[in-house]
């Protein structure tokens, strides 16, 4: 009895080592994976590039374009609106297109007025002399003096030119003057700001064109921060 169980035992062994060995023989679920990856790379692969062509171009959103000057930047949301206070214009200033937005009011002689943050281009008038791009920094200050005599005198105020650094507008050389105004009576003055961030900056437009101004200064209850988002949205047609 015993050596017919093993026998027995024997052919069931040999029986199952032929089933494994069959089995063995068999694809396995390890090959669709493969192809399944391998796919998924290649959709991904082709995709991309099809969808790239097919979205559409980044918008800048609303924008003030000056065709005077060949300078565009970006339109702020409210309460800034289009259009450069025309009372910033004087026989040295001069500016095409702009926006604004006001920060509140002030008392000068007895007359009530809106005071603006302001953003305005125009031309570099000829009172500047201006031969080249080497003249740049020069008259940037020279225009951000021009800028302080012109617009802040009416305030008891400290104004300061903060930085001077070179930088480019689509590929023009350009130059920005930044600077700082303080009021250090703006509580007995009734001011609603006690300080204005801003920027002049001259972008050279070549041989034969006079250069763009671009002129921002922005109180700092609206958010002194969009002197350099502005300045940063500059942009000079090629025409």
Known sequence: MLWLLTLVTTGV??????????????????????????AHAARHATASPALRRKAPPTSRGPEITDASSGLS??????PWRRGCPGILDTSTLSWSAGEHAVAGQVNLGGTVFDWHGNACSGRLGRQFAYSGPNDLELVSIDVADAVGGAYYSGLQHEGAIDSSSSMLVSGHQAWMATFLVT???????????????GAVVIVDRGAGHAPAVFYVSVPNNLGTADVATLVSSLQLSSG
């Open 13 to 38: 062994l040999l029986l199952i080592a032929g089933f494994v060995r069959e089995i063995s023989k068999t694809p396995t679920a390890a090959r669709p994976a493969a192809l399944t990856k391998t």
């Open 73 to 78: 930047y970006q339109l702020l949301s409210s």
């Open 183 to 197: 009021y250090p009576d703006a509580a007995s003055e009734g001011l609603a700001w006690t300080s204005e961030a």
